[in-house]
């Protein structure tokens, strides 16, 4: 079992340590300004390395837009160079050069090469974007500083994602596993325009690959590694007619769990999840049918959580119980006595039409999708067998209208409709052991949404170098909900009610943008852009006054862009941008109303779950992704984030930290990079080998109201080498993930006043082969 490092006693690199910014405060009072001070004099520290950590990663752009001259002079009529990025972004194919929009595109290829499967593993690569997973019913998706906690029936997430242009809402359900993938596009900041209502925050865009009519392709792809680690995934696709080409995909992942459970005697954080896709693709003429089916299943134990602070003193003795338990040997070992666990099951039907006429298309899109959930988790990690107990059941239907056209060579526009009918079933229960669930605080919430809207966006190129883009969206949302609530023998839910809610809400989002194109590879571009989130119902009502509606979010973006590929070399793409949100839907787990607590009686005030709107907040920031090939075997890749995002005004009701103004906002590090290095040996004889290494560094982030409930900040270290057979269909690759074996937090939430985590993945590594026929 691994151990938490020791404290390093150098102050200098404790701001660098992933164990000191965590440290398991073992002191057993209520002396809460001290502790307090503790933590708050490391955050400071760790800022002090963030501004060195952006000085740093300012001066590496700096030095590739150095060497671009050098790159330049390399550069000959038949040398390797850039390659062409095509994108959807804007509903149309196009180059991502051309796109004024921050876009962060990631090729099926580049996916396989770093062991990208879901958003966990995409978000070290995209400046803005975190992930952060208190279970399976709660993907918490952030992008610049937006984020959505509240996994209840009413609410929806404010980064949207998509799969195959169908809309997943639902933080319970907006983490797929990403295989047989074309592309993923990451847009960031608002995109009210075009991907629907509720992108104040940003939009995923995943991109499966094609059924192929012309050639069959099979592709086999089998994975070993520690912990039992065993994946396999496999393709096959091709023509069967003149008319109809089939693709079949499945991928299963298996690992079992790296942490060992002393009071239950089994393993957790494992991994266990299979995947289907079948399409067919129909082409006759000036038409063409894609019809999809695709199916996801996910059975997993529990996630491991382990107290980190003792600021009140309320979890003291329980806390002492699991240092004795465990020792030192932190993350790897787990004494919760619940023994959790996740079921997940999700697929759909899809059915995109498109028909041609001329330069133009009209495009239809329906799909059926549908969800289900059941889930225990272990709420503690300490000898205290509390526990939620979570049954969320989704279905949903959705149709969209798109018509593609141009007016002349100058304008070219898309506008369209689009529907959402979507029914959502969620039972939650809190249970203290050996109560029974029916016992228990609990509820349960059926919400029915209808969402509509109408949608345009073009382009006008006005002169030879510049081009002016408007656009608007119009959208509705009503929702209806049933709110049942109960109170059993805790205090999470304190009264029984029933009622009956509905509301409307509506939006006009409009986006304008200006692009300037001095030279062929140099867009420049500045943006307006607004968007809106609709209002919803909250989770766990405690209240009858706790089940009125929630206004909507809405963001306003400015945004200076630069996308230029400086030679045939160097590519840099950057923006800066400021976003000013409103009325932003925010969950936080505090005291009850009215509640007073004695001294070390956690049960008297353990905590509720409170949503609500929160006033105004301010993004700013710098996003910088630069590619630079010096040679044709050589390529070194950099993406970097700046954010400061804070809360402009903000009190928050029974809180014990109510005062939130001027603090930042939460799931939003200050400072996030990525840099690559791939080195191409080509054999003799033909193959090639091909070696990869990547550092992903993300700051400190704060994670919910109390001032010690931090994130830390982790650096991770990965590498692959790979070698490929002289046919090209053959390849075996070593890879690594973590191998420093860095101890870090992906989640960290607070329960009675404590700070509980949940750690990311330990050192993993193995042998993969691939076979391509």
Not at 527 to 540: L, R
Request: aromatic share 10%; hydrophobic share 35%.
């Amino acid at each position: 079992m691994r151990r938490l490092p020791k404290p390093s006693q150098n102050p200098q690199c404790r701001a660098e340590s992933s164990a000191d910014l965590h440290p398991r405060m073992r002191k057993t009072g209520t002396d809460t300004d001290s502790t307090v001070a503790q933590v708050l004099y490391v955050t400071n520290q760790s800022a002090q390395f963030d501004r060195r950590m952006q000085v740093s990663t300012t001066g590496a752009v700096v030095l590739l837009l150095m060497m671009a001259a050098a790159g330049a002079r390399a550069d000959s009529p038949d040398a390797g160079g850039l390659d062409e990025i095509l994108v959807t972004a804007q509903r149309r194919s196009e180059n991502l050069q051309t796109v004024p929009i921050a876009i962060t595109a990631l090729s099926g290829q580049a996916m396989a090469e770093g062991g990208v499967h879901d958003l966990g593993t995409l978000a070290s690569y995209v400046p803005g974007l975190t992930f952060s997973p208190f279970s399976q019913d709660q993907n918490i998706l952030s992008i610049r500083g937006v984020s959505s906690n509240d996994g209840g029936a009413g609410t929806d997430s404010s980064v949207t994602v998509f799969v195959d242009d169908v809309y997943l809402g639902r933080i319970s359900d907006i983490n797929p596993e990403m295989f047989d993938v074309e592309r993923v596009e990451v847009l960031r900041g608002p995109q009210g325009t075009l991907y629907g209502q509720n992108s104040i925050g940003g939009t995923v865009n995943v991109i499966s690959t094609r059924p192929d009519p012309q050639n069959l392709e099979v592709h086999g792809h089998t994975e070993f590694g520690n912990y039992d680690r065993h994946n396999f995934a496999g393709l096959i696709t091709g023509p069967v007619s003149d008319t109809w080409a089939l693709k079949m995909a499945v991928a299963t992942r298996y690992a079992e769990g790296w942490v060992n459970n002393v009071a239950l005697g089994t393993r957790e954080k494992d991994d266990n999840d299979v995947a289907l896709r079948t399409q067919a693709l129909r082409t006759a003429g000036n038409s063409e049918v894609l019809i999809t089916a695709d199916y996801q299943r996910l059975a997993v134990g529990d996630q491991a959580r382990i107290p980190i602070t003792q600021v009140t003193g309320n979890l003291g003795p329980l806390v002492s119980d699991y240092e004795r338990v465990c020792g030192d040997e932190g993350p790897s070992c787990a004494a919760n006595p619940t023994d959790g666990f996740a079921r997940r099951e999700s697929g759909g039907v899809t059915v995109k039409a498109t028909e041609t006429f001329g330069a133009s298309q009209l495009v239809s899109i329906s799909a059926f999708r549908r969800f289900d959930l059941n889930l225990a988790t272990d709420a503690i990690g300490i000898d205290l067998p509390f526990s939620a107990r979570v049954s969320d059941h989704e279905h949903q239907y959705s149709e969209e209208l798109r018509w593609l056209s141009a007016l002349g060579s100058a304008f070219n526009y898309v506008a369209g409709l689009w529907l959402l009918r979507e029914n959502t079933d969620r039972f939650e229960a809190y249970v203290l052991e050996p109560t029974p669930v029916d016992d228990s605080d609990r509820y349960d919430q059926n919400n029915h949404t209808t969402s509509a809207a109408a949608f345009a966006d073009g382009g006008w190129q006005f002169a030879p170098d510049w081009k002016l883009s408007m656009g608007a969206r119009y959208s509705f949302d009503h929702k209806a909900i049933t709110n049942d609530s109960t109170h059993g023998n805790f205090v999470v839910i304190n009264q029984d009610f029933f009622n009956m809610r509905s509301a409307s809400w509506d939006g006009f989002t409009p986006k304008i943008s200006l692009e300037y194109q001095p030279r062929e590879a140099v867009n420049l571009y500045a943006v307006f852009a607004q968007g809106f989130k609709s209002g919803g119902f909250a989770a766990a009502p405690v209240r009858v006054e706790d089940t009125n509606p929630l206004k909507p979010e809405k963001a306003t973006n400015l945004e200076l862009g630069m996308k230029a590929d400086l030679s045939n070399r160097v590519r840099v793409n950057a923006a800066i941008f400021y976003t000013r949100y409103h009325d932003l839907q925010i969950q936080s787990f505090g005291p009850p109303p009215g509640c007073v607590q004695a001294p070390n009686q956690p049960n008297e005030c353990f905590g509720a779950f409170e949503t609500f709107n929160a006033g105004d907040a301010v993004a700013r920031g710098t996003e910088v992704e630069a590619l630079w090939l010096p040679t044709d075997r050589i390529s070194l890749s950099l993406s970097y984030g700046y954010l400061d995002a804070k809360f402009i005004t903000l009190v928050l009701p029974n809180a014990d930290y109510p005062i939130q103004s001027g603090q930042d906002m939460f799931r939003a590090p200050r400072n996030k990079a990525h840099l690559e290095l791939k080195y191409l040996v080509p054999l003799n004889g033909g193959g090639k080998l091909e070696a990869q290494s990547a550092y992903s560094y993300t700051s400190n982030q704060r994670a919910e109201v109390e001032p010690y409930a931090i994130q830390p900040a982790f650096g991770l270290l990965d590498a692959r080498i790979a070698w490929t057979n002289p046919s090209g269909r053959l390849e075996v690759a070593l890879r690594g993930s973590n191998l420093t074996d860095r101890v870090w937090v992906s989640h960290v939430y607070t329960i009675a006043g404590e700070a509980i985590a949940a750690f990311g993945d330990p050192r993993t590594y193995g042998v993969t082969f691939d076979w391509r026929y």
